[in-house]
């Protein structure tokens, strides 16, 4: 088995001088400061010579004291090693310039995309250096960066200038104020790009093709993102995507807030995700400070996580029935109903349905209650029952087999190409999951196996699902038998959480993929930068190549399938 | 295949699922550690605002209230909370030092203006000292105040003594030293 280790030393007998700094913490992760000039060598040489074939994500940070930007390069392997590379490049801050991966991965789009548009970090080789998640008017004031002086006031409407668009649609613009322009709240000169609309109308090459808007707001699709279809008759030539229309800024509210005050904000990355959310940051956190929580601890947050888990596959399954017949709506709601007995479940432990906040920095928030093996065992009975008839329903309905099987095949080697994780990926066959390839928590002592289908489709990704939720009512019931005694909190946790300075990724098993938070400390009680790697954000950006030639009416098909939600993705 | 899926909807209808909860009239079983309405002990706080300052979303102010212990601080402040912030994450119950804040059960507050759902130590406090108790309090805040007056006056008092002895001897053992001099010199 290839370490940590073994990396570094193949890096630096491949590339002497070319490894600057270099540390293993904790074992399996590997970080080093590679010379700028040298990162797309570095990275095409881990992916072909020692199967760092996952590109994981990118983070930007600013360094102002240094005036520096460090870019850090998540990199991964699906399945050959455990090592995590968290490659760092550094680029003076005057005139910020990296190379770009898109040649080696091809989902290292979006994330470069978005430093781009966040820190004005450019990348050497992007094809489309266009912004993703800020409008338009924000794009040239870098909100990342720590010198950043605030957003102007657009709320005024007097201020609006009414314009009319040479196709008679009626636009407003808003010019800055002499004192905005003098205080650098707004951009003097913007960077130069085709705006969407442009982008996509380029496409269109003849009479018979025209563009199909589904959203911002659509019956059919979870949360406002506009997914534009460039169609020929029935089928589709090309998507378009367009995020950013909840965009919240929650990681730069995060740097605003002391570490303990993060953890209620991590919830409202994804309402469906909550618990796994506070566990990948707290998670990090507990790496930075160097404690670890109590075995019994441990215990709760895998029994909640995976009550969670049994909640979120039911309601995605649930709603993905509503989308491809919205006509019936019995299934949502027999799921919703099964769905409330895991709520209350979780809920006499957390003390709220949704947006939990339970998991602490080096423990959780309560012990159990009395009565909580009894009442989850009942639970889980019934949800055992209910999912197996769930699961011959599908299969011995020809109707949906019909609309589902063959409909939005991933082959193996392009789910892995597309950077998607969690269940799309399981269901094209690679088991990949962070329970087994980076085992956090107790899971490397759980009996579980890791679901998998061969054939890729979307009725494998909802088949994958269903598995899981019986899965997870398995390890739920190990948990409860052997949970020991104990504290729930480690002690000598101090109340003004200080780390050193440092940083820390920590990555878990999401219900819905790899979900991973990046946390930088500079010694203050604040956070000097977090990076939420959410798993959606992967799936929306492999939707626009995986939706090219299918049929209309199986777009919905297949986005339902991916059990999506737009709040991570925007963050 | 049909009758299967038929099989399943009249389980489903005749199994005794209960769909619909009776809401208001019945209000389902919530757990003790439900995240509701605060409650503020107000013998125990001690209004040091270590709720204020964790508070993400900046909904707790210390205000002054003036039904608290009168023999404490008078000028203590005690916690109000806006509703209309508040995402009941609970940081403000587990950071709380004298254990006096937590939360209740209650979760409807809908009120008609914003005003409504600003919750004042008088709204979310148990325990509040009636008149009779709040006079007898003042009543022994006033002897306690006297005493300490005494007490004061009277270690004034002491001071005064020691430190004009203190003079006296220091002046006497100047004296002595002077002559101890002069002794020497001779």
């Known amino acids: ?571 | 295949m049909v009758l299967k899926n038929l099989k399943m909807t009249l389980k489903r209808s005749i199994g005794g699922v209960e769909v619909t909860r009776l809401y208001p009239e019945k209000i389902m079983d919530l757990p003790d550690a439900e995240r509701g309405v605060h409650v503020l002990d107000i013998r125990k706080c001690i209004g040091c605002g270590a709720c204020a300052r964790i508070c993400p979303n900046d909904c707790i102010k210390l205000v002054p209230y003036a039904r608290g212990n009168p023999l404490k601080n008078k000028k203590q402040q005690y916690p109000q909370i806006d509703y209309g912030r508040c995402m009941f994450c609970g940081l403000c119950v587990d950071d709380c030092p004298a254990n006096c804040l937590t939360m209740s059960k209650v979760f409807e507050i809908a009120g008609w203006e914003r005003d409504d759902i600003v919750y004042g130590p008088e709204d979310i406090a148990v325990g509040q000292y009636n008149d009779q108790e709040l006079a007898e309090l003042a009543e022994e805040a006033r002897k306690a105040e006297e005493e300490k007056k005494r007490k004061a006056a009277e270690a004034a008092k002491a001071k005064k003594a020691k430190a004009a002895k203190a003079k006296a001897a220091e002046e006497g053992e100047k004296g002595s030293g002077e002559k101890t001099a002069k002794k020497k010199a001779e």
């Open chain 1, 1 to 571: 088995m290839t370490t940590a280790n073994d990396v570094l030393s193949a890096l630096q007998s491949a590339f002497p001088g070319a490894v600057e700094e270099a540390k293993i913490s904790p074992e399996r992760q590997l970080w080093a400061t590679i010379k700028p000039d040298k990162i797309v060598d570095v990275c095409k040489y881990l992916r072909d010579n020692h199967s760092f074939d996952h590109y994981s994500g990118a983070a930007g940070v600013d360094k102002i004291d240094e005036g520096l930007f460090e870019v850090t390069e998540l990199l991964a392997s699906h399945g050959a090693h455990q090592v995590v590379a968290l490659l760092k490049v550094k680029t003076p801050r005057d005139d910020p310039s990296v190379k770009s991966l898109t040649g080696l991965y091809w989902n290292a789009n979006w994330y470069e995309r978005e430093i781009w548009e966040m820190l004005g970090i450019n990348f050497e080789g992007h094809p489309e250096l266009y912004p993703l998640l800020l409008c338009d008017e924000l794009v040239g004031v870098w909100p990342w960066r720590k010198d950043f002086k605030g957003y102007p006031d657009y709320t005024t409407a007097e201020r609006a200038i009414e314009m009319v668009t040479s196709d008679g649609y009626t636009e407003y613009s808003f010019p800055p104020t002499e004192a905005e322009i003098k205080a650098g709240t707004v951009p003097v000169d913007r960077p130069k790009y085709p705006t969407f609309r442009e982008r996509e109308e380029m496409e269109i090459e003849g009479e018979s093709e025209m563009i199909l808007h589904m959203g911002p707001q659509h019956a059919v699709v979870p949360g406002p993102f506009l997914l534009d279809i460039l169609v020929d008759g029935e089928r589709v030539k090309k998507a378009f995507l367009d995020v950013g229309y909840i965009h919240k800024g929650i990681e730069k509210i995060m740097e605003n807030r002391t570490y303990t005050q993060g953890i209620p904000i991590t919830d409202r990355l994804c309402y469906m995700a909550a618990l796994t959310n506070n566990e990948a940051y707290c998670g990090a956190v507990e790496r930075l400070l160097g404690i670890e929580a109590p075995e019994r601890g441990q215990y709760i947050r895998m029994i909640l996580e995976e009550l969670s888990r049994i909640q979120s596959h039911l309601l995605g399954t649930g709603e993905f029935l509503t989308l491809i017949a919205s006509a019936v709506y019995s299934p949502f709601l027999y799921m919703i109903i099964d769905r409330e007995d895991v709520l209350s479940c979780i809920e006499s432990v957390t003390g709220a349905r949704i947006n939990h906040s339970f998991v602490r920095f080096g423990g959780v928030r309560n012990d159990l209650p009395d009565g909580f093996k009894d009442m989850t065992l009942d639970t889980l009975k019934m949800i055992r029952q209910k999912t197996e008839e769930y699961k011959e329903l599908f299969l011995s309905d020809s109707i949906y087999r019909k609309r589902m099987e063959g409909v939005g095949v991933l082959s193996p080697q392009e789910a892995r190409r597309l950077g998607v994780s969690g269940p799309p990926l399981r269901a094209s066959d690679t088991p990949y999951d962070m329970r087994r390839e980076d085992p956090y928590l107790l899971y490397k002592d759980m009996d579980f196996e890791v679901i998998t289908r061969k054939e890729g489709d979307s009725k494998a990704r909802v088949e994958v699902r269903l598995d899981e939720i019986l899965e997870s009512c398995y390890i739920i019931e190990q948990c409860l038998d052997q949970i020991p005694s104990g504290p729930v909190m480690a002690e000598g946790v101090p109340k003004r959480i200080k780390p050193d300075p440092g940083e820390a990724y920590y990555r878990v098993e999401d219900h819905r993929g790899e979900m991973g938070f990046f946390v930088v400390s500079d010694g203050s009680d604040k956070p000097a930068k977090v990076k939420a790697r959410g798993p959606v954000y992967a799936y929306f950006q492999a939707l626009p190549p995986l939706l090219e030639g299918v049929y209309i009416a199986d777009v919905v098909a297949i986005a339902g399938s991916m059990d999506a939600c737009t709040s991570e993705v925007d963050r």
